[in-house]
């Protein structure tokens, strides 16, 4: 139902957007977020935005990543900018089955099946 697109290969300091089409949530009620899964490593919250429009990132992409959305499209969209080396990884969309709060990334149930960032 999340249909994320947009990945591929940049080198370094360069900008992605990826998108994701939230087919079967409401981007305007719904938590949504971005995760993601670097090989060998465990899957980490890149950031979250509420019903509400408000955002928060993890620390490591904070001032680089903006996520935002677009209710009208229903869809949901992370800009990556001055990417790293170590952000390259699998991204995921993700959503919140069940409306209202708490928006938080333990509270993600529902994922895409990603789209592969890589920055070289």
């Known amino acids: 139902q999340l249909v994320e697109s947009g990945g591929g290969s940049v080198q370094a300091g360069g900008s992605l957007r990826l998108s994701c089409e939230a087919n079967?949530?409401?981007?305007?009620?719904?938590?949504m977020g971005w995760v993601r899964q670097a090989s060998g490593k465990e899957r980490e919250g890149v950031g979250l935005i509420d019903s509400d429009g408000r955002t928060s990132y993890i620390d490591s992409v904070k001032g680089r990543f903006t996520i935002s959305k677009d209710n009208d499209k229903n869809t949901l969209y992370l800009q990556m900018n001055s990417l790293k080396p170590e952000d390259t990884a699998m991204y995921y969309c993700a959503a919140r089955l069940e409306i209202g709060p708490p928006c938080t990334a333990i509270t993600l149930d529902d994922w895409g099946q990603g789209t592969q960032v890589t920055v070289s």
């Open positions: 079967g949530y409401k981007v305007g009620v719904h938590c």
